[in-house]
């Protein structure tokens, strides 16, 4: 689903035609506020605050702007810029747009390597930082990291300064950017392109891909959609909160100056919650954009300060608080707005979409979300995978599309590939979106609501898919490693019976081979011997049946050697498996080849115990102990001894390989287990990581997550009812009032007709009369409250005519509160025995402060034409001066003459000064 309003969201203020036309950074600062104060710049370090007008800042930016193109800086050159929030990083930041550069800010917190690394990714050629005096530089922090990543990577290094007679200059060191200078084409070089890059900006620190190229265009829509949806008018002030090395700090500077308004940069360029208040009054502050965490620190201080029964937070009424960044609770959003009295708005602005997408109002809220889209904005929410929009309540990624989104990373390839998505469902006008690398999800409503970072949230999902396809595979190998056991032994099994087997029928056979053989040779000697000789014969034949059984019981004892030699050579052979397959497990072969020899090994083991335990052998010595004793007598007693040996040394050596075979199995279960065990973990421990951050998006914490829960609006209608009532009624009096102030007037004219002709038959006789000499005369109107804040001189001749300027107080006021040691002001028209009616000054000193005459003069005369220069200037002890009626203020006995004294009382003055106000006679005037 993806929402895009083209209309404000907030109360649409005066139409804004020229802001409306501003598509190019060079347009900054606007003339059309050329006398409204644009900065205000607390000291970093040493120094004072200082106040500049759009106009004064306009002459600085062109001023670095010409020496910058002096030196060959080209439109799209790659300028670098590492300084806290300063006035001197504002200047150069608009000089640089105003050739045609790009900006790249970098944060100043960054180590030297990362510094190295920003510089790389933004392509930068030219770096730009703080001079420092020689002997602090080693000292600096700052300084020694720009300057070695500078000689690192080859850079040209520029410093900024500031002087209180020059403003802001930058200090070359000799070095050009270029042998010929950069204005060859005349005034055709300042000409920009809407869709030029205006800053390469590091979305992070760490990932080269990161740099976003923000075009003018980029930029200036952001911009006006910031002023219009939070209806931004002239004269309103704001604090820079957030560094101008990020894109809310870059936002918030271009918004304040497009809209006539006041920037304050805080000393040291650090956004002090201690001190906010104090700034915030003396300023007059009535808005804020600053990051989540600042916003809270601001209301945990604030809170401090209340309970210590401060009251600094109640002469500030802020208008709004813009939060960026994350969300907060419900529970502690209604505890900020409390605290800060004014309401907490979360906005929706990441770098892509140039700071500015989605926002609540004053009229359009919902907890714990951040609001709907922005003017001229556009918020789509896509699903990861088939990368098609979502339905509304379906969380996806957030993507963001317009005019003011990049086009996409510096440089970024596949990076690029990955974050856009194009949009090719309508052919004519094709839509390009830019994933913010969010997970959210948007309600029927159109209210945004962000989950977390799609990045780890997609990790953390990676995680736990591996997690749970490792322990399938470890469940699957041991299954297998079981089976492939079991088979081994079985194999083992048969082919130990088969090798039995063969050795049984192999023996039996020898022993039919030899009985038939000793059979027949009985046969053959009884059929020869003589019957004369059955005596000798008989003995011949006992002898000869000794013998035959000598032979068969040999033939025997040779067939049982060699079924011994046989079983010894398998035992032998099964020892051979069994070290190869132990070698083999020392060595961390494949496990499952090993697993088969092991068990095949056991198997084999196990028959040939079987096979030396034959119930046989017993059967046989029971049945034939005659032959047993002639095969025992019958083999050589060192073979004998040799074989039994040889067989007790490799049932030793059986025992000693099954018992390392079985502690090694058991270790390797073991490690099956312990491994089987933390893949488990792990599955688990990412599975409740998953649940946690799906509580935590339901259950919403204090910051950074988003589901909501619906405000109710309380409205007083019988408020409003006699409210209206209120206004009609005063409708009423003021008609009536009307109708008698006509009838008054239709009455003076009667009566002035009745004069006129009166008058004119005394004229006849005044002819006569001759006219003496005219005297210098004074005309002097009485000042009517309604009429108190316009102020005119008139110039004029006695003998013929008189001429009328009109002054604004309002802008005299203006001028005179950049002085830096005027705290307050306040200009009125005021009646002088010489002069006539003409401007006058009340002066309120800050502490401290060296304050004369002459230098008010002086300072009004620099800024000021000659006829809106004050007449004279009075030192005021009102502690509400700003709020001053003028023209009760002409009579004020508060009012002190500064011309009695070098300065203020209890100040002392070091030197006066030596310019002195003329004191040549002026004409009369008239003030209305």
Not at 193 to 198: C, G, I, T
Not at 721 to 750: I, L, N, P, Q, Y
């Amino acid at each position: 689903m993806s929402i895009s309003r083209m209309d404000t969201l907030g109360v649409r203020g005066k139409p804004w035609e020229d802001q409306r036309r501003f598509v190019t950074l060079r347009e900054l600062p606007k003339s059309a506020f050329f006398s409204k104060t644009a900065v205000a710049a607390m000291p970093n370090g040493r120094g004072r605050t200082v106040m500049y007008s759009h106009g004064e800042v306009y002459k600085m930016v062109e001023t670095v702007a010409s020496a910058m193109r002096e030196s060959g800086v080209r439109p799209g050159t790659v300028c670098a810029m590492l300084a806290p929030n300063s006035f001197d990083l504002v200047v150069y930041f608009m000089a640089v747009q105003w050739i045609g550069a790009v900006a790249a800010p970098i944060d100043t917190s960054l180590s030297k390597e990362e510094i190295v690394s920003a510089l790389k990714s933004s392509k930068a050629s030219i770096v730009a930082s703080p001079l420092v005096d020689e002997d602090e530089r080693d000292d600096n922090e700052l300084w020694c990291k720009v300057d070695s990543a500078a000689r690192e990577l080859g850079l040209i290094s520029w410093h900024l300064y500031r002087t209180v007679n020059t403003g802001v200059q930058i200090e070359m060191h000799g070095v050009r950017a270029s042998e010929s200078a950069a204005w060859n084409g005349g005034s055709a070089d300042y000409k920009v392109d809407p869709d030029a890059v205006a800053v390469h900006l590091a979305a992070t620190a760490s990932a080269p891909l990161a740099v976003l190229p923000l075009t003018h265009r980029n930029l200036a829509e952001a911009a006006k959609s910031f002023v219009e949806t939070y209806d931004l008018v002239s004269g309103q002030a704001t604090m820079v909160c957030s560094p101008l090395s990020t894109i809310q700090g870059v936002l918030t500077l271009i918004a304040a100056f497009l809209s006539g308004g006041l920037v304050v940069l805080p000393g040291d360029g650090v956004f002090d919650v201690t001190e906010f208040w104090n700034v915030a009054a003396l300023y007059e502050i009535s808005w804020l954009s600053a990051d989540v965490e600042d916003v809270v620190a601001l209301h945990t201080e604030t809170a401090t300060q209340i309970e210590n029964c401060s009251s600094k937070h109640s002469d500030v009424q802020l208008a709004f608080v813009r939060c960026t960044g994350g969300v907060v609770a419900p529970e502690l959003m209604s505890a900020m707005a409390e605290t800060l009295r004014t309401p907490v708005l979360c906005a929706y602005g990441p770098a892509e979409a140039s700071g500015n997408s989605c926002t609540n109002l004053l009229l359009s809220r919902r907890a714990q979300s951040f609001g709907k889209t922005a003017t001229n904005c556009a918020v789509g929410v896509f699903d990861p995978e088939t990368r098609l929009p979502v339905e509304a309540g379906t969380v996806g990624d957030v993507g963001v599309a317009g005019e003011n989104v990049a086009t996409g990373f510096l440089d970024g390839g596949e990076a690029n590939a990955s974050y856009i998505i194009v949009d090719e469902s309508d052919e004519e006008n094709s839509k390009s979106w830019f994933l913010t690398g969010d997970r959210g999800h948007m309600d029927e409503d159109g209210f945004l609501f962000v989950s977390g970072d799609s990045r780890k949230m997609r990790a953390a999902e990676l995680v736990a898919i591996e997690a749970e396809k490792a322990r399938l595979e470890e469940l699957e190998r041991f299954a297998l490693e079981e089976e492939t056991r079991r088979s081994g032994e079985e194999y083992a099994a048969a082919a130990m019976a088969r090798q039995l087997a063969d050795s049984d029928e192999e023996s039996e056979a020898a022993s039919e081979e030899q009985s038939g053989t000793g059979s027949e040779a009985a046969s053959d000697s009884s059929e020869v011997v003589d019957d004369d000789s059955e005596e000798s014969g008989s003995e011949e034949s006992d002898e000869e049946t000794e013998t035959e059984g000598t032979a068969t019981a040999e033939s025997e004892d040779d067939s049982r050697a060699k079924e011994a030699a046989a079983a010894a050579a398998a035992v032998v052979a099964t020892a051979a498996a069994s070290a190869v397959a132990h070698d083999r497990l020392g060595n961390d072969s494949d496990g499952d080849a090993d697993k088969g020899a092991n068990n095949a090994e056991e198997g084999t083991r196990v028959l040939a115990r079987r096979w030396e335990n034959q119930p046989r052998d017993t059967e046989v010595e029971e049945v034939r102990p005659a032959k047993a004793q002639v095969v025992q007598s019958g083999l050589d007693k060192e073979t004998s001894d040799a074989i039994l040996a040889r067989m007790a040394e490799i049932e030793a050596g059986q025992k000693r390989l099954e018992v390392e075979l079985a502690a090694r199995h058991a270790q390797e279960l073991a490690e099956l287990e312990a491994r089987l065990e933390a893949a488990e973990a792990e599955a688990a421990a990412a599975a409740e990581e998953q649940r946690r951050a799906t509580e935590e998006a339901r259950s919403m914490p204090a910051v950074n997550t988003v589901l909501m829960t619906p405000q109710l609006l309380s409205i007083n209608m019988d408020g409003i009812e006699a409210a209206v009532t209120a206004a009609a009624a005063s409708a009423e009096d003021s008609a009536a009032s009307t109708a008698e102030a006509f009838k008054a007037a239709e009455a003076a004219k009667k009566a002035a007709e009745t004069s006129e002709r009166a008058s004119q038959s005394s004229q006849q006789a005044i002819r006569a009369i001759p006219p003496p000499i005219p005297h210098p005369a004074v005309v002097v109107e009485e000042v009517p409250e309604s009429a108190s804040r316009d102020v005119s001189l008139a110039a004029f001749d006695a003998q013929s005519v008189t001429k009328v300027i009109k002054v604004s107080l309002d802008d005299i006021e203006a001028v005179m509160r950049q002085h830096p040691a005027v705290a307050a002001v306040r200009a009125f028209g005021k009646a002088d025995t010489r002069y006539g009616y003409d401007v006058y000054c009340a002066i309120v000193a800050k502490k401290g402060a060296r304050l004369s005459e002459a230098w008010l003069k002086l300072h009004a005369q620099s800024m000021l034409p000659a006829t809106m220069v004050p007449r004279k200037f009075f030192a005021c002890s009102l502690p509400s001066l700003g709020a001053a009626d003028r023209v009760s203020l002409a009579s004020e006995r508060a009012l002190q003459d500064l011309s009695a004294s070098a300065g203020l009382s209890n100040v002392k003055q070091i030197k006066a000064p030596q310019w002195k106000p003329t004191t040549a006679a002026r004409p009369a005037t008239t003030a209305q």
